[in-house]
Every structure is written in structure tokens, then in C-alpha cells.
């Protein structure tokens, strides 16, 4: 689009050179420097508003002077013009209304990317014959805020570098909501919102997407695209996390995880809750765990997971009810292993707890327990469990 506009400007331009060429009596005319008059100087454009900006200039009393409006970066000289339109008429009205869409191609042009605001110099050339001016002593310059937006959303979102695990690339996946009713399910990802769990060391690492765009994840919460240009962001303290970009919003967000819990509970014993190790790769495994679930004539295997911030907020990863109905049976239903958030004191303590085959299966027996937060070992967050003799 940007390579059309660009096209149609130059064919323009050449209509309009040649319209001022045609009259031989202007050849060698006095040069003619228009003051400027609209928009004022450091006009602010925010592109998103959608109104285009009108400019106006003093218009020559005598002879045929045809305009054109040169934009150019903050630095610039208009030797080189980043951007150059014909005014209305062919060139002949002192004025030029340009939409929203066709600044922001001249602010891409003078360096802006997507959510920064770019400052951009512009003035007026007068044509007459053979005779060209430009003004470059009084030229006036536009603030123009880009929209932070991406289009078409990214398939796919990885990061990379020295602070990323293995220093290998690390998936990001379809963001899941976190419930905070009882009972509800959330099992719809959230169109355009991308997550993960990782751990992050001491360095720098990239986001990148599957079209090649690359993003910078501002402080003030805002991340950008950068397009093509590689930017190193630098990592929090080193930890494990949980990362979050909201496309709809391109705002980021991190938190630090302090541990994930297994949580178990008989109703004849008191609850315990074991911390598990994270391996990598958003997954935490509690291995050959001596869990108390039967007194010798009762049994009770009802557990869930436990995730702890840093920042106080705790989650609770369990299942939603009407997907864990078959007990008996759990192999039966793919649904069963499933991992959901939910805001863990939106629930009663037994809310959401998972059980054992026959509410047997495992007494007796050292437990193992693996957590899968990530969508590449499944299509869904889920764990797994199995047990063996003590």
C-alpha cells in the first residue's frame, strides 16, 4: 500500500511539473516563497482520531506557481524529501488536505514506528517555469503519535536469546483467562492474547513472530513493533514467570512466580501442600510424593495445584467440574487431565479437586505428579500422574 501511494505521488508530481513547464513565459520568473499559514508549528496529529489535516499557505499574487508540500525527517534538509504531495488542482490551489492514512506513511518514512510519536519538518516548494523555491529557514514540523496496532495479528510468538531457557526459543501460547467464578468454564483462549511460563536468567532475549516482526516491550507497560529491526530486550530478575502480551490492548505484563504447589486434602487429615520443581519449559513435577490419602478404612484422593506470585496473587490450577463427572473412568474423558486457572479465593477449598481412579487408585503408594503449562506437549494445559509401590 505504503509502494502505491508512493507511486501515485511521483505520477502526480510529474503532471504537475509539466503543467508549470508548459508555460514558456514563466520560464526565469522571480523566485516566490509562500508563508506558511496552517497547521501552526509542532502540530500535534494523533492518527488514530482519523481527521485528516489541511494545509494552507500564501498563495502568489502574479504569474502561474504551482505547490507542493515536502515532508522530511526531524534532521532533514528537504534535499532528499522523505514524502512529496501536489496540492489541490494539479498543483495550483495553495492547499492540501491528507488523510490519516497517507501521514501515516510520511511518518513511517521520516523513521516512526508503530506506538512512538515522530516529529516531522514540512514545507512549501513553488514551481514557476524553470524556476523552483524552497523554503527551508521557515519550515514548520508536525508531532504525529502513531497507532500501536499490528496487522494481521501474529499466528505464532517466540522468544529468544541469552536470558531465555537453554537459550533456546520459547513458545508462546493462546492466552487462557483466569476464572473467577465457581463452575465456570474457560476453556476459549482469548483471540489475540498470547502467554507463557518460563524462566528467565541474567541477559537479553527478542519476540518475534511468524511474519518476521519483531517487538520491544516499553516500561511503561506498552509493547511495539519494530518491524524488521531486532531489539534486545533486557530480562527481569532472574526467575520463573509468567508472560503476558494482549494484542487487543499491546500492552505486556509479568509476573514472578514464588512456586507452585500440590495440594491435597482427605477429609479425615489435615491438607498438605508439597512445592514442586519446575523442569523447564512451563512445567513442575512432584516425584515419588508419600501422600496421605486413606486412615485404613476410608480413602479421600481429592487434589488440585496451587500457584503462588510474587506480587500476593494466588491461582488455583484444577479442572472445571463437568469435565471430571466419570471418576471411575477418567482415561475415558481426554477432558479430564485438563488445567484451568481460577482465581484461587474465588473457590471453596474443595472446589474443582481432581480424584484418583475409584477414589482408590494410589493409596499406599508414592505419588508423581507433572504439570504441563505450555501447549507443546498438548494442545491444552494438563498433568499427569502415576503411582507406584512404596
Given at each position: 500500500m505504503k509502494r502505491i501511494l508512493y507511486l501515485f505521488s511521483v505520477v502526480v508530481l510529474a503532471l504537475a511539473a509539466t503543467a508549470c513547464d508548459s508555460d514558456e513565459n514563466d520560464n526565469g520568473a522571480e523566485e516566490f516563497v509562500p508563508q506558511l499559514y496552517f497547521p501552526k508549528d509542532q502540530y500535534a496529529v494523533d492518527i488514530t482520531t482519523g481527521l485528516p489535516v489541511i494545509f494552507e499557505w500564501e498563495n502568489a499574487t502574479s504569474g502561474y506557481v504551482c505547490y507542493q508540500i515536502l515532508f522530511d525527517r526531524e534532521e532533514g534538509d528537504f534535499s532528499d524529501p522523505a514524502y512529496v504531495a501536489t496540492s489541490e488542482s494539479n498543483g495550483i490551489k495553495p492547499s492540501l488536505q491528507i488523510e490519516t492514512g497517507t501521514l501515516s506513511t510520511i511518518a513511517s518514512l521520516c523513521g516512526g514506528l508503530p506506538g512512538q510519536t515522530v516529529?516531522?519538518?514540512?514545507?512549501?516548494?513553488?514551481i514557476q517555469g524553470t524556476t523552483?523555491?524552497?523554503?527551508?529557514?521557515?519550515?514548520r514540523t508536525l508531532i504525529v503519535t502513531l497507532p500501536n496496532t499490528v496487522d494481521p495479528l501474529p499466528a505464532t510468538l517466540a522468544f529468544q536469546g541469552s536470558a531465555t531457557e537453554n537459550q533456546a526459543a520459547v513458545k508462546l501460547n493462546a492466552a487462557l483467562p483466569v476464572g473467577t467464578t465457581k463452575g465456570q468454564h474457560i476453556a476459549d483462549r482469548k483471540q489475540g492474547a498470547m502467554e507463557c511460563f518460563t524462566r528467565f536468567s541474567a541477559g537479553t532475549f527478542t519476540i518475534q513472530d511468524?511474519?518476521?516482526r519483531y517487538y520491544a516491550l516499553d516500561e511503561n507497560g506498552v509493547f511495539r513493533t519494530t518491524e524488521s529491526q531486532i531489539v534486545e530486550n533486557t530480562a527481569p530478575e532472574e526467575g520463573i514467570y509468567w508472560v503476558y502480551l494482549d494484542f487487543n490492548t499491546m500492552k505486556w505484563s509479568m509476573k514472578r512466580i514464588e512456586k507452585v504447589e500440590f495440594w491435597n486434602h482427605p477429609y479425615f487429615e489435615a491438607a498438605s501442600q508439597e512445592e514442586m520443581t519446575y523442569t523447564g519449559n512451563g512445567v513442575w513435577e512432584l516425584v515419588d510424593f508419600a501422600w496421605v490419602v486413606t486412615?485404613?478404612?476410608?480413602?479421600?484422593t481429592r487434589y488440585y495445584f496451587i500457584a503462588t506470585y510474587e506480587d500476593g496473587s494466588v491461582e488455583r490450577w484444577s479442572f472445571w467440574a463437568d469435565d471430571c463427572r466419570n471418576n471411575d473412568k477418567p482415561d475415558e474423558d481426554p477432558k479430564f487431565?485438563?488445567?484451568?486457572?481460577?482465581t484461587h479465593g474465588s473457590l471453596d477449598e474443595w472446589d474443582h479437586t481432581w480424584k484418583s481412579k475409584n477414589d482408590r487408585e494410589g493409596a499406599d503408594q508414592l505419588a508423581t505428579f507433572r504439570v504441563h503449562m505450555n501447549n507443546t506437549d498438548k494442545a491444552d494445559y494438563y498433568h499427569e500422574r502415576s503411582f507406584r509401590d512404596k
Amino acid at each position: 500500500m505504503k509502494r502505491i501511494l508512493y507511486l501515485f505521488s511521483v505520477v502526480v508530481l510529474a503532471l504537475a511539473a509539466t503543467a508549470c513547464d508548459s508555460d514558456e513565459n514563466d520560464n526565469g520568473a522571480e523566485e516566490f516563497v509562500p508563508q506558511l499559514y496552517f497547521p501552526k508549528d509542532q502540530y500535534a496529529v494523533d492518527i488514530t482520531t482519523g481527521l485528516p489535516v489541511i494545509f494552507e499557505w500564501e498563495n502568489a499574487t502574479s504569474g502561474y506557481v504551482c505547490y507542493q508540500i515536502l515532508f522530511d525527517r526531524e534532521e532533514g534538509d528537504f534535499s532528499d524529501p522523505a514524502y512529496v504531495a501536489t496540492s489541490e488542482s494539479n498543483g495550483i490551489k495553495p492547499s492540501l488536505q491528507i488523510e490519516t492514512g497517507t501521514l501515516s506513511t510520511i511518518a513511517s518514512l521520516c523513521g516512526g514506528l508503530p506506538g512512538q510519536t515522530v516529529t516531522i519538518k514540512w514545507t512549501v516548494r513553488t514551481i514557476q517555469g524553470t524556476t523552483q523555491s524552497v523554503d527551508r529557514q521557515n519550515a514548520r514540523t508536525l508531532i504525529v503519535t502513531l497507532p500501536n496496532t499490528v496487522d494481521p495479528l501474529p499466528a505464532t510468538l517466540a522468544f529468544q536469546g541469552s536470558a531465555t531457557e537453554n537459550q533456546a526459543a520459547v513458545k508462546l501460547n493462546a492466552a487462557l483467562p483466569v476464572g473467577t467464578t465457581k463452575g465456570q468454564h474457560i476453556a476459549d483462549r482469548k483471540q489475540g492474547a498470547m502467554e507463557c511460563f518460563t524462566r528467565f536468567s541474567a541477559g537479553t532475549f527478542t519476540i518475534q513472530d511468524n511474519l518476521g516482526r519483531y517487538y520491544a516491550l516499553d516500561e511503561n507497560g506498552v509493547f511495539r513493533t519494530t518491524e524488521s529491526q531486532i531489539v534486545e530486550n533486557t530480562a527481569p530478575e532472574e526467575g520463573i514467570y509468567w508472560v503476558y502480551l494482549d494484542f487487543n490492548t499491546m500492552k505486556w505484563s509479568m509476573k514472578r512466580i514464588e512456586k507452585v504447589e500440590f495440594w491435597n486434602h482427605p477429609y479425615f487429615e489435615a491438607a498438605s501442600q508439597e512445592e514442586m520443581t519446575y523442569t523447564g519449559n512451563g512445567v513442575w513435577e512432584l516425584v515419588d510424593f508419600a501422600w496421605v490419602v486413606t486412615n485404613g478404612s476410608s480413602t479421600d484422593t481429592r487434589y488440585y495445584f496451587i500457584a503462588t506470585y510474587e506480587d500476593g496473587s494466588v491461582e488455583r490450577w484444577s479442572f472445571w467440574a463437568d469435565d471430571c463427572r466419570n471418576n471411575d473412568k477418567p482415561d475415558e474423558d481426554p477432558k479430564f487431565y485438563n488445567i484451568y486457572r481460577f482465581t484461587h479465593g474465588s473457590l471453596d477449598e474443595w472446589d474443582h479437586t481432581w480424584k484418583s481412579k475409584n477414589d482408590r487408585e494410589g493409596a499406599d503408594q508414592l505419588a508423581t505428579f507433572r504439570v504441563h503449562m505450555n501447549n507443546t506437549d498438548k494442545a491444552d494445559y494438563y498433568h499427569e500422574r502415576s503411582f507406584r509401590d512404596k
